[in-house]
């Protein structure tokens, strides 16, 4: 591939111009494209950030089309999956004129199992309402005309209804090449279609789940690549902490209880009192749940191993459910090879055992199990290596959690010699520093460049920090950021977005806002995070234009809505992570002890690049204006907050409310021509 091929297609009478409406050349995205093209022939590593409006998707699909060799692109969510392969890809392919075969992979959970769907079907007493009783016929028509079987296609049955739970499998209870309806198989087709693709669009999560399956020793989902693009590459540490680490549910020890009994009642009834070996699971489950209970009283609900409140206790009723399950499996394995269904429960107890198992390594004393004697005294007294665990209780269910401190050795010994790896994203770096993401990745070698976005930030848009707000800290915070909130909502005639940093701040806030709305007769659809899914409230927000929405961390990202359906992003405070995550105060504690400074070195780096991705939902395009708010004044008078706002998009920055709604007001004004006035002029000098 030449660079001048490149220079060619990106120009302005280039295929691309010709095929897509409105097309304007970006000298980023040319050069974005450029450095990828040499990532690829130098099989290197690429850590590229450009600006929202940059054209990522396109700068490295054109490097992919050319190249010749196979390819892989890792996006952050199934949505912007599902738009790369519907939408992006088909454009591209019909504008180059090059007849790439394209394939979409997913975790097999998005997939409808047939095995599954038919159980459920025969067993009346398994559905919980009406609305199941439909969506099952739904689903059933539904995998007999599909070609696909991605459960994303069946718009009738939503994304997040528990049924999908049924009629999908795991891979605990996946039957393999012993199903009965193995060639009518969806996650075979997927997977053999991916095998035979140029390019095959998966999602981190999936590629997480692979590294991990390939971590233990099991073949890889995933074809051999030359390239590999992770797009919204930000969110790769968190989902390679999640899915490097491990966790074990009380629903799941439930669900297992169920399905041993009903399996054995089914296909070995005269083995063993299957009812009674079920309830054995189930109150050895109960027992370690009721002795984890105390962990409800304590900071977000969680403990870590070392912390949990009565040891003992609980330590007895681990150690009494893995006694259980080992009778379990024993009983199970008997009757194994009797049916199917038999031999996946018994994987699955097999699976949970070893995990509780591990978990529970090493003990309170030091000792690790699962290590050479010489070993463990080298081992820190609540680390097997560098992990952490936890157990987290709530009203409904307990889970015991492991996750590594560090997923750098993992993740980087995954790329081959042979192989170039480009990460993209618009929030990667802290004003222009990568240090710490290429720390979290361990992406040592790595090239990094940074490009930016081609929008006219200090005419667009105003980052407006209220100097008359207490600290997040005070009682009335709230309060007062909902007053000082208020008077831009109604100079606003656009969209309102207000993201929290936490689930209870969200409905403080939404019930403020309510209230004042009655007081105040201001007619707008307010919208809170929890009355319906993310993607209703989402569809509702752009299609009422002037609507108010509240949320959290999910709608820090992932979402664009362009033009006046947004015009006022308002955000209450930094987003500092919760101090009772187990996960980051282990990895405080690792920095502190290595005479790190935690705050500087991880926490400052973490809140930057989640406000960067917060105030990247006002300006979608070169059309877009609007303000963004922070409630937060530390990032005006505190020392460290200069590299919170220098990483921002360049807004023209005020903390006058009065240059606030002098500039709504002038974007809002009638299309003939008007004066600038002296706040917008203020404005755009500071």
């Known amino acids: 591939m030449l660079l001048q091929e490149l220079t060619d297609i990106f120009s302005a009478d280039g ?4 095929a897509v409406p409105d097309y304007r050349p970006r000298v980023a995205q040319l050069e974005l494209a450029q450095a990828i093209e040499l990532a690829l022939r130098e099989r290197s590593t690429l850590i590229a950030e450009a600006g929202t409006g940059t054209g990522k998707t396109w700068a490295y699909l054109v490097p992919a089309f050319l190249g010749g060799g196979k390819v892989l692109v890792s996006t952050g969510t199934r949505t912007l999956q599902d738009q790369l392969f519907r939408r992006d890809l088909p454009r591209l392919r019909k504008a180059l004129a090059l007849p790439i075969s394209v394939a979409l992979l997913k975790g097999r959970g998005n997939y409808v199992c047939h095995y599954h769907l038919d159980r459920l079907g025969g067993d009346d007493r398994a559905l919980k309402s009406r609305a199941e009783i439909s969506q099952l016929r739904h689903i059933q028509v539904f995998a007999k005309q599909s070609r696909s079987g991605d459960r994303s296609d069946l718009a009738e049955v939503p994304e ?12 605990d209870n996946c039957l393999g090449q012993d199903c009965p309806h193995v060639r009518d198989c969806f996650v075979m087709k997927a997977r053999r279609q991916a095998q035979d693709a140029d390019l095959v669009v998966v999602n981190h999560a999936l590629f997480m789940a692979d590294l991990a399956l390939r971590e233990e020793g099991i ?48 296909y070995a009834r005269e083995s063993t ?24 009283k304590l900071p977000g609900r969680k403990a870590t191993y070392l ?31 009797k049916h199917p269904d038999l031999a996946a429960v018994h994987k699955t107890c097999l699976d949970l055992r070893a995990r509780l198992y591990q978990w529970s390594q090493p003990d309170r004393s030091g000792k690790n199990a699962l290590r050479p004697a010489s070993d463990d005294a080298t081992l820190p007294a609540d680390a097997d290596g560098a992990a952490v665990r936890w157990v987290e209780q709530t009203q409904h269910h307990m889970r015991l959690h492991s996750a590594p401190l560090s997923v750098a050795k993992v993740f980087s010994r995954y790329r081959s010699k042979d192989q170039a790896w480009v990460l993209t ?9 990568f240090g710490h993401f290429v720390r979290q990745l361990g992406l040592w070698d790595a090239t990094t460049r940074h490009w930016e976005s081609p929008f006219d930030y200090p005419d667009q848009g105003v980052l407006y920090v209220p100097k008359s707000l207490p600290l997040p800290s005070d009682r009335e915070f709230n309060e ?62 752009r299609a009422q234009s002037n609507a108010v929405l509240v949320g959290s961390a999910s709608f820090w990202e992932g979402i664009d809505v362009p033009g006046n359906a947004l015009t006022l992003v308002a955000i209450d405070k930094l987003p500092f992570a919760p101090p009772d995550d187990p996960v980051l105060e282990a990895r405080l504690n690792l920095c502190r002890t ?61 903390r006058e409310a009065a240059q606030v709604i002098g500039f709504l007001k002038s974007k809002q004004a009638p299309k003939e021509p008007v004066q600038e006035t002296s706040d917008t002029v203020a404005i755009k000098a500071s």
Not at 220 to 247: K, M, N, Y
């Open 15 to 18: 295929p691309i111009a010709q």
């Open 480 to 541: 007062k950021f909902v007053s000082a909130l208020l008077p831009l909502i109604q100079a606003s005639t656009g969209g309102v977005l207000v993201l929290c940093t936490t689930l209870r701040a969200v409905d403080r806030i939404a019930t403020l806002l309510e209230e004042h709305f009655e007081d105040l007769d201001i007619d707008r659809l307010l919208l809170r995070q929890g009355e319906s899914s993310r993607g209703v409230l989402l569809e509702r927000f």
């Open 219 to 266: 073949t890889e989902l995933l074809p051999t690549v030359e390239l590999v693009v992770f797009d919204e590459a930000h969110q790769l540490p968190d989902i390679a902490t999640r899915f490097l680490g491990s966790s074990v549910s009380s629903h799941q020890l439930l669900d297992l209880a169920r399905t041993t009994e009903v399996a054995g009642l089914a």
């Open 594 to 654: 290595e005479g790190g400074n935690p705050f500087m070195e991880y926490q400052l780096p973490e809140a930057a690049i989640a406000l960067k991705q917060g105030a990247g939902r006002l300006i979608r395009s070169e059309s877009d204006w609007g303000v963004l708010m922070v409630g937060d004044t530390r990032m005006v008078e505190k020392p460290y907050g200069k590299l919170l706002w220098r990483g921002l998009p360049p807004f023209a920055r005020t």
């Open 307 to 337: 912390a949990i409140p009565n040891p003992a206790q609980f330590d007895k009723a681990l150690t009494d459910l893995l006694d259980v399950l080992d009778t379990s499996a024993q009983l199970l394995n008997v009757v194994s090879e």
């Open 273 to 296: 009192n299957w009812s009674e070996a079920g309830k054995r699971i189930e109150q050895a489950a109960r027992e370690l749940r009721l002795a984890a209970a105390p962990i409800e």
């Open 160 to 171: 997040d209804a528990d049924i999908w739970n049924r009629v999908t499998s795991t891979r």
């Open 425 to 433: 994203s618009a929030t990667l770096s802290v004003h222009g520093d």
